[in-house]
């Protein structure tokens, strides 16, 4: 039998505790799926007495995980502190540089440091693999290095946050509040620390930006996306959206286009039968469009404690398996020096159909205003539809449109805005081609 590989994880919280239990309970399983026993040969967390439903006694404990990233005798170190900076980063950094393998759920931590990391990585020959940090338990990381080998990727988007889409499937199947919704998926453990990444879309920006550079080569640029979260979609959005045949969905896309790489987080109308709208609660999808392959969808446990460690756990399988003096390859599969800059798309070049619900006084020639600021800038509809609103003398107006630019919808309804028919701000939500 081969030597075990050995394994520090640094963080013990839901993830930390659920890796170190299927370690320990699976340790036969894995022994023979990976040709060699896998052992946890040191921890690093705060309380050592804490009861975590596994015996972690034989371990080597390190209150400091930059030392034990540094110090222990180990050969992967496993991130699951989360944060950008501070000890995660020192500790990953502390760990490559002294020639170990990384595994890591951190997200945050990639979106901002991921090239430089990697570039550690790949100067050690060692692996940095993260396959947690990106929709949970889905194997997209994997896909899109190893799997889709030879394809070139045109759009790859997906429901990245199961925070999110947990309270838009609430909202719209039990017609309840934003806020009972939020304290639900943060009383199971769904979200972030601080819940405005989830519902604001930079969790979900924090994924993407990791996609995009593996699918498309390019620098990691999280600071360069469009983004929008869904803390202003109201009920009035998603029965609208439902009687037009949409459902909302906060999607982060990245997408070729003439003008560069288009990223965007924002709430999207995907039409009801499509697979994506399909995807309900904490469930996360990725679809990754290539020239080969075509529209290939992977859904799955987005977030919770037993869907992320099953990622962390394939990374540090696919460590055992690996074979001294193999290449693996690149992390982020491009060499981390060939990653090109990130040339940005301008969000108002975007094309595709938009939705707009405007609420409007009950007057004559409201209609007629509407419909020239449309035309004024080439906006051709598909549909337009007026309701009731419990408001005395008003009215929803529902617009949506055949492809457009964000450019010419901006222009249209800012036009409709100075013509004074509006009693609110125009509420608009794109629309996403899905199969
Ligand atoms: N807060 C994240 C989510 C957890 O809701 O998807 C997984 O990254």
């Known amino acids: ?45 705060r309380d050592a007495s804490k009861d975590r439903g596994v015996d972690l006694t034989a371990a080597q404990w390190f209150v400091d995980p930059v030392r034990m990233a540094a110090n222990a005798d180990i050969d992967v170190f496993i991130e699951l502190i989360g944060g950008d900076e501070g000890p995660a980063r020192e500790a990953v950094k502390a760990a490559l540089e002294a020639g170990k393998h990384v595994v890591t759920a951190n997200k945050a931590l990639l979106a901002k440091h991921g090239v430089a990391l990697a570039e550690i990585a790949e100067k050690k020959g060692v692996l940095l693999n993260y396959e947690a940090a990106v929709a949970g338990g889905i194997p997209v990381i994997k896909t899109m290095r190893e799997a889709l080998a030879g394809n070139s990727v045109n759009r790859v988007f997906g429901i990245l946050n199961g925070t999110c889409n947990y309270i838009l499937t609430r909202m719209e199947a039990e017609g309840i509040s934003f806020d009972e919704c939020l304290k639900d998926a943060q009383r199971l453990g769904y979200a972030e620390a601080d819940p405005t990444f989830d519902i604001e879309g930079n969790d979900t920006a ?42 909302i969905k906060l999607l982060g896309v990245a997408q070729r286009t003439e003008s560069g790489i288009e990223q965007r987080v924002h709430p999207t109308m995907v039409p009801t039968a499509s697979v994506i709208a399909q995807v309900h609660g904490v469930t996360n999808a990725v679809a990754i469009e290539t020239d080969i392959l075509g529209e290939l969808l992977l859904s799955g ?3 919770g404690g037993n869907a992320t460690a099953s990622a962390v756990i394939g990374d540090i399988a696919d460590i055992a ?27 108002r070049s975007h094309a595709g159909g938009y939705f707009i619900r405007l609420t409007v006084h009950d ?70 081609r899905a199969a």
């Open 206 to 247: 924090h994924k993407l930006s990791i996609l995009t550079a593996l699918a498309f080569g390019t620098k990691i640029a999280a600071g360069d996306i469009y983004l929008e979260g869904i803390s202003n979609i109201s009920q009035a959005d998603i029965r609208a959206a439902a009687e037009l045949g949409y459902r």
């Open 363 to 432: 007057r004559t020639g409201v209609f007629a205003a509407i419909a020239k600021r449309m035309a004024d800038n080439d906006i051709s509809l598909e549909s337009i539809v007026q309701r009731s609103v419990e408001a005395k003398d008003q009215k929803t107006v529902i617009l949506v449109t055949h492809e457009t630019t964000e450019a010419a919808v901006r222009k249209a309804t800012d036009g409709i805005t100075k013509d004074g028919h509006l009693t609110d701000k125009p509420q608009i939500i794109r629309i996403e």
């Open 301 to 303: 446990p987005g977030a």
């Open 1 to 45: 039998m081969a030597e075990a590989l050995r394994v520090g994880i640094a963080g013990l919280g839901t993830v930390g505790a659920s890796v170190a239990r299927v370690l320990t309970h699976k340790a036969a399983e894995l022994t023979r799926q990976c040709g060699r026993p896998i052992a946890i040969a040191a921890v690093s967390a």
């Open 321 to 347: 398996k690996s074979r001294p003096g193999f290449q693996h390859g690149p992390v982020f599969g491009w060499p981390a020096k060939q990653l090109k800059p990130y040339k940005k798309a301008q969000m």
